[in-house]
C-alpha cells in the first residue's frame, strides 16, 4: 500500500546505481547512516541534495532504531536526474493503514513523529509502502538543472571600449590534484601572489584561498575543484598577508593514466575579462539591422543565461551597472529582514576590505540623501562625509544609490561611483534605478533561495554537532568538539573561554585556527587581552579587542611588503578582521564564551553568526553536563578512594601482591576489597571479600566491613567472633544490607621462616596453595556466608605456609569469568597456578589476571580482587 506524499507514485526512472546497507536498532546507527548517505552521495557527484538528505535519512532511521526497536535498511538509487532513498524497518506490531487518515502533526515540544512532516517539507516525492511485517518510507530529490556550456564569438569593436588591463598580463596556472594538493605554479603565479614554488606545491589550495565557507549554500571550493568547469570571484591569500581578489576559470581533467586533477587558470579581478566567459546575446539583439538599432544597455541588463546561485547575479549585476554608466565602481547591498542594515555581497572597483559581508546602517544620516530607501545623487562625497559609509577611505568622490524594492519592502541598495566629483546626474540616476527596477525581484527570489539551502545546510550542521556533543562527557573533548566545529565551516579561529563560578575571572580553555601554525601566535595574542565581559544575554557581539592589538603590536609600517610575513605580522593578519562573542548559557548561568574570528579584511555574514548561536546554545549545554559530569566523578573518586586501604600492604618477611579491578565506568572501589593490616603482637590480619552487587551502594557495605574487621581484630577478638559480629552489624542495616562472601585470616611469622595461618572462610572461593613441587590445594573449608542468618557458627581453620609456599586468594569476578557457556572455574584456576611456581607473589597475581583477561574477549562485568602471599625461600649461604 503506498502513500506518496504529492498523491501518485512516481515512475521509475534508468537505475543507474545503487548502494545498499544495514544498520543495529543502537543510538549510534543513526550517525552511521548518516555518513553513509552523505558518503554514497558525495560519491555520485550530487552534493546539491547531500544536506536535504542527510536529514531525512537521520529522521527516519531514527524511528527505526530509536522509537520501533528495529534494526534498518537504508538503500540509495540513482538516476540521471535525482536521487531515491528508502528506509526500511521492521516492526511486527505495525497496523497496515486500510485508508489514508488526514494529516495530523505532532506538538511543537513532542521529539518523535517528524519524520513525514520533513519528507513533505523538504523532498520532491515521498511515500510510505507496508507489508506485513516491514514498512518502507522512500523519498525522492530531483537535481538541479545544469546549464549545457555554449561557445561564443563577440563582435570587432572600437579600441577605447575594450577592456582594461595592465601592460603586462599575468594569468597564473595552477593544477590541483584530486585531493585539492597544489601540483604545480607557474612563474605569474608567483608574481602575483609572492610565494615560489617550492612553498606552495604540496600544500592544499584551501591554505591560500580565501573561500566563503557558508553550509548548504553556493559551492565550496572542495566541491568547485570537483566540477568538470567551474568560474567564478575568489580571494588568494599573498605571501604579505594580502588578500587579492581574482577571477579563476577551473577546468578538470585526467592524465594518461586515468587521474583527474583541476587545472586553475587566475587573473586579478579587474582584468576577469580575460578569462570570463562572454554572455549569449538575447533575442532582441539577434536579427537582421541589429547593429543599426540603439538599444539600451539595460533591456539586457543581466543577460541570458542568469547566473544559477546568488552571489553570481549580484556580481554580474554590479559589473554591469559599471560598465553601462562608465564607473570606477559599483556595489551592492542586501538588506536585513529588520531592514535596519545593509550586508555588502558584491562590489567591483573598491578595496577587498569592502567585498565580504561588511555592514552599514540604512540612515546612514539624517535627511533624504542620507537614508538608502531613497535614490540619491552624491555630487562630492567630501561635502557630506558618511553619507555613504562603504564609500570612506576609497578615494570615490561621487556617487549614485537607488533601492531595491519588493512589494513596497527595502530588500537591498544598487549603487557606483566615480573617483571625479560631479560626474552624475539625475539622468543616470533614473536609469540605475530602472536598472534595479528590473533586478530587484529576481535578487530577492535568488536570496530567498539561498536563505532556504542555508537553512537546510544549517540543519544538516546542528544535527552532526548535536549527535558529536551528546557522544562524550568529557569536558576537555568537549571544547575540542566546540572548536573543531567551528573552524573552518563557521570562522577562521575560535577561542573557547570557561568560567568555574559566578565569582570567578573568564580563563581561556581551548584555541584553534585553521592554520595550525598560527594557533600559539593566537594564544599569546589572546592571553595579553583581557577577556571579554562575560555579560547575562543572548545573542553574539562584537569583540574589537584582538583587532586592536594586533594593530597595535604589528602597525601597517612594519608588515612586510611582497615577502613571507613574520609570526607576529601573521598572527596580527590572522586576527585582524571580525570577531564576535557568543555567551554560552546554561541552567541561567554563563559557563563560558565561544569566541569566533576572521583574518584581516573578512567579516561574517548575519546568517553565520545566527548558525554560531544556535550552535553555542547546544555546546553550553553539552560543556555544563560535561562539567556535572566531572564533578560527579571527581566526588565519587574521593569517596571510594576512602574505602580502600590507606597504603599498599607489607608484612615484613612476606611477599605480598594486591590487584583490584572495580567493574563500571568511573568505579575504583566496588563489592570486591581486601585489606591487610597489622593486630599487634607480630600478627598481621588479612581479608578479602565480596559484596552482594557492584557500584556505590555495594561500595557502602565494602566500607562497613573493611572498618570492622580492624576494629574487632585489635580488640582481640578470634577469626569467628570478628565474623559473627559483623554479620550482626550488616544484618542491622535493614533494607541496605547486602549478604557478604569473606576470607578472612591472622598472620603470624615463624622462627624458621614459614608462616602459621588461621583463616575462616564464609561463603567465600577457597584460598589455594600453591607447593613449591607445583602441587595446588584448597587451603580452607567452605562455610556459611554473611547477611544472612542470624545466628552463625563458623569454625577456624590453620595451616602453615613454608618457603616457598604461595597462598593465593581470590574473589568469584575471577572464577566466574565467562565466555559463552564456559567458565574459568576453580579448576581453571588451579591449573593456571599450577604454573606458577617459583614465581614472586606479585608474578602470581599478574600471571591470574592475564589468564583471567584472556580468557574472555568482552571486558570484565564483575569486580575483580587476587591476594598473593609468598613465603621468600632462603638464598643460598643464609
Keep these: 500500500m503506498a502513500e506518496p506524499g504529492d498523491g501518485t507514485r512516481p515512475r521509475s526512472p534508468v537505475i543507474t546505481a545503487r548502494a545498499a546497507a544495514s544498520f543495529e536498532p543502537v543510538p549510534r546507527s543513526v550517525a552511521h547512516a548518516r555518513a553513509f548517505v552523505r558518503d554514497t552521495l558525495h560519491g555520485w557527484g550530487f552534493s546539491d541534495v547531500v544536506d536535504d538528505a542527510v536529514v531525512l535519512t537521520s529522521e527516519l532511521v531514527t524511528n527505526a532504531v ?130 615560489p614554488p617550492g612553498k606552495v606545491i604540496g600544500r592544499p589550495l584551501a591554505d591560500i584561498a580565501a573561500w566563503p565557507q557558508t553550509p548548504g549554500t553556493g559551492t565550496g571550493l572542495a566541491e568547485a575543484l570537483l566540477l568538470s568547469r567551474w568560474e567564478g570571484s575568489y580571494g588568494i591569500r599573498c605571501a604579505d598577508g594580502r588578500v587579492v581578489p581574482v577571477y579563476g576559470s577551473h577546468l578538470r581533467v585526467r592524465d594518461a593514466l586515468g587521474a583527474a586533477s583541476t587545472v586553475c587558470l587566475l587573473v586579478h579581478e579587474s582584468e576577469r575579462a580575460v578569462l570570463q566567459s562572454p554572455v549569449r546575446a538575447t533575442g532582441a539583439e539577434v536579427g537582421p539591422g541589429a547593429e543599426a538599432r540603439a538599444v539600451d544597455p539595460f533591456e539586457v541588463f543581466i543577460g541570458s543565461p542568469p547566473p544559477e546561485d546568488l552571489d553570481g547575479l549580484l556580481q554580474r549585476t554590479v559589473e554591469r551597472a559599471r560598465d553601462m554608466l562608465d564607473a570606477d565602481a559599483a556595489f551592492l547591498l542586501l538588506a536585513t529582514d529588520d531592514e535596519t542594515e545593509l550586508e555588502v555581497r558584491a562590489t567591483t572597483g573598491l578595496p577587498f576590505t569592502r567585498q565580504r559581508f561588511a555592514r552599514v546602517p540604512v540612515e546612514a544620516a539624517t535627511g533624504r540623501y542620507g537614508s538608502a530607501r531613497m535614490p540619491a545623487v552624491h555630487e562630492d562625497l567630501t561635502a557630506v562625509p558618511g553619507a555613504v559609509p562603504l564609500l570612506d577611505g576609497t578615494g570615490m568622490r561621487s556617487a549614485v544609490t537607488v533601492p531595491l524594492k519588493v512589494e513596497g519592502r527595502l530588500t537591498g541598495s544598487l549603487g557606483i561611483a566615480a573617483e571625479l566629483p560631479d560626474r552624475y546626474s539625475n539622468e543616470e540616476a533614473l536609469r540605475l534605478q530602472f536598472a534595479a527596477d528590473r533586478i530587484a525581484l529576481a535578487v530577492e527570489s535568488a536570496r530567498l533561495g539561498e536563505l532556504e539551502r542555508l537553512r537546510r545546510g544549517s540543519l544538516s550542521f546542528l544535527v552532526e554537532a548535536s549527535d558529536l556533543l551528546a557522544g562524550t562527557l568529557d569536558r576537555d ?238 580488640e582481640g577478638f578470634g577469626g569467628p567472633a570478628v565474623l559473627e559480629r559483623l554479620n550482626a552489624a550488616i544484618l542491622d542495616e535493614g533494607e541496605r544490607s547486602r549478604f557478604l562472601t569473606l576470607l578472612y585470616g591472622e598472620l603470624r611469622r615463624r622462627a624458621d621462616g614459614g608462616a602459621d595461618l588461621k583463616v575462616v572462610c564464609a561463603g567465600h572461593p577457597l584460598p589455594l596453595r600453591l607447593r613449591p613441587d607445583g602441587r595446588v590445594e584448597p587451603a580452607a573449608d567452605p562455610q556459611p556466608l554473611l547477611g544472612v542468618l542470624d545466628e552463625l557458627e563458623l569454625h577456624e581453620q590453620t595451616l602453615t605456609l613454608d618457603p616457598g609456599d604461595v597462598l593465593l586468594c581470590v574473589t568469584d569476578g575471577i572464577t566466574e569469568r565467562r565466555e559463552g557457556t564456559r567458565m574459568l572455574g576453580d579448576d581453571g584456576l588451579a591449573e593456571v597456578l599450577a604454573g606458577c611456581t617459583g614465581l614472586t607473589a606479585g608474578a602470581v597475581a599478574a600471571r591470574v589476571l592475564r589468564a583471567v583477561e584472556r580468557f574472555a574477549a568482552e571486558p570484565a562485568s564483575d569486580d575483580m580482587a587476587i591476594l598473593a602471599f609468598r613465603i621468600p625461600e632462603p638464598r643460598s649461604g643464609d
Design 66 to 195: 530509536i522509537h520501533a526497536g528495529t534494526a534498518a535498511e537504508v538503500l540509495c538509487l540513482r538516476s540521471a536526474d535525482r536521487v531515491r532513498v528508502e528506509v526500511a524497518d521492521r516492526y511486527p506490531e505495525r497496523e497496515i493503514p486500510l485508508q489514508r487518515p488526514e494529516p495530523s502533526y505532532p506538538p511543537a515540544e513532542q521529539e518523535s513523529g517528524r519524520g513525514l512532516m520533513l519528507c513533505a517539507a523538504l523532498a520532491t516525492r515521498w511515500g510510505v509502502d507496508y507489508a506485513a511485517a516491514r514498512k518502507h518510507v522512500w523519498f525522492q530529490l530531483d537535481l538541479p538543472a545544469r546549464p549545457v556550456g555554449t561557445r561564443f564569438a563577440g563582435p570587432a569593436v572600437p579600441e577605447q571600449q575594450l577592456p582594461a588591463a595592465d601592460t603586462r598580463v599575468r594569468v597564473a596556472v595552477l593544477q590541483a590534484d584530486a585531493d585539492g594538493t597544489l601540483a604545480s605554479w607557474n612563474d605569474d603565479a608567483e608574481h602575483m601572489f609572492g610565494y
Design 477 to 714: 573533548q568537549t571544547l575540542a568538539l566546540m572548536a573543531q566545529m567551528t573552524v573552518p565551516t563557521l570562522a577562521t579561529w575560535c577561542a573557547v573561554y570557561t568560567i568555574a563560578d559566578p565569582t570567578s575571572e573568564p580563563h581561556l580553555a581551548y584555541v584553534l585556527h585553521e592554520d595550525e601554525d598560527r594557533i600559539d601566535g593566537l594564544k599569546a595574542l589572546l592571553n595579553r587581552i583581557s577577556p571579554p565581559e562575560p555579560l547575562h544575554t543572548m545573542g553574539a557581539r562584537p569583540w574589537p579587542a584582538p583587532a586592536l592589538e594586533a594593530r597595535r603590536t604589528t602597525p601597517p609600517g612594519q608588515m612586510p611588503a611582497g615577502a613571507s610575513l613574520t609570526a607576529s605580522a601573521a598572527t596580527a593578519a590572522a586576527v585582524a578582521g571580525e570577531t564576535v562573542v557568543l555567551p554560552l548559557m546554561a541552567r541561567n548561568r554563563v559557563i563560558g564564551m565561544l569566541t569566533l574570528g576572521k583574518p584581516a579584511e573578512e567579516h561574517f555574514r548575519q546568517e553565520i553568526v545566527e548558525l554560531a548561536e544556535d550552535l553555542s546554545r547546544r555546546a553550553a549545554l553539552a560543556l555544563d553536563n560535561a562539567r556535572l559530569y566531572s564533578e560527579r566523578m571527581s566526588i565519587s573518586r574521593s569517596l571510594q578512594r576512602s574505602l580502600l586501604p590507606p597504603s599498599a600492604p607489607a608484612i615484613p618477611g612476606v611477599e605480598v601482591e594486591v590487584i583490584y579491578r572495580a567493574a563500571g565506568e568511573g568505579n575504583e572501589v566496588g563489592g570486591d576489597f581486601y585489606d591487610v593490616f597489622p593486630i599487634g603482637d607480630g600478627s598481621y590480619g588479612f581479608a578479602i571479600g565480596d559484596v552482594c552487587g557492584t557500584g556505590p551502594e555495594a561500595a557502602a557495605v565494602t566500607g562497613l566491613a573493611r572498618h570492622a574487621l580492624r576494629l574487632l581484630a585489635r
